[in-house]
């Protein structure tokens, strides 16, 4: 068999390119690989020789802080409520008199007048709960017995049973029709509610002084 020389050559060549290959290929292995193995053990070596500080403590982040203790709910404390106390009612008189007795009957008013001397007031009390209303007329003026035109004039008072110093309004009315009006100021009250006294007044005027007495 004829083999050419370039041929051979070819062979030859190829033959010599793939060893130069294989040869770089490994060197090129082998250098990073210790390449590789120098960076670990300086990044050992560079750690080992560094010291170990101490763990420093976790700074607590917002939401790692202890949270503020609850407010303490506050119980009302009741109020206690006063019971209301009854309070007694006011004594009332009956239709026949006051705390002191009766007055409901016939009564004469003797007034001490400066103008004409004593009049006497005669006539009836009529009780309305502790009010006495007296309704009355002349029976005597200056000592005497009144003429008929006096015994026509009439006396009217309300004033409250067994109360001294009080003041009530009083009315008399002649036989001719003749009004006038004034004060009768009561000073002071029996305790059996049988008599009483104080003083007839008008305009401001003191007309006399009176005594009640029931018959």
């Not at 705390?99 to 103008?115: H, M, N, R, S």
């Not at 004034?182 to 005594?211: I, P």
Request: overall charge positive; proline content about 7%; glycine content about 10%.
């Amino acid at each position: 068999m004829n083999v050419r020389p370039a041929t051979v050559a070819v062979f030859v060549a190829i033959v010599v390119i793939g060893f130069a290959v294989g040869a770089w290929l490994a060197a090129a292995t082998r250098s990073s690989g210790e390449r590789t193995t120098t960076a670990t053990a300086v990044a050992v070596h560079t750690a080992a020789a560094q010291p170990v500080r101490p763990a420093e403590p976790a700074t607590p982040r917002p939401t790692d802080r202890p949270a503020a203790p609850a407010a303490a709910t506050t119980v009302p404390t009741a109020i206690p409520v006063a019971t209301p106390t009854a309070t007694p009612l006011a004594v009332k008189t009956t239709a026949t008199g006051s705390l002191g007795g009766p007055v409901q009957g016939t009564w004469d008013v003797e007034e001490a007048t400066v103008q004409v001397g004593t009049i006497v007031w005669h006539g009836d009390v009529v009780a309305r709960g502790n009010t006495m209303v007296f309704d009355g007329h002349k029976q005597s003026v200056g000592g005497r017995s009144a003429v008929p035109c006096e015994r026509r004039t009439a006396l009217h008072a309300e004033l409250a049973a067994g109360v001294s110093n009080q003041t009530v309004p009083y009315r008399e009315v002649n036989c001719e029709g003749s009004a006038a009006s004034g004060e009768m100021r009561v000073t002071g009250f029996a305790a059996d509610n049988r008599s009483f006294s104080g003083s007839f007044w008008q305009g401001g005027t003191k007309l006399g002084d009176f005594t009640a007495q029931k018959r």
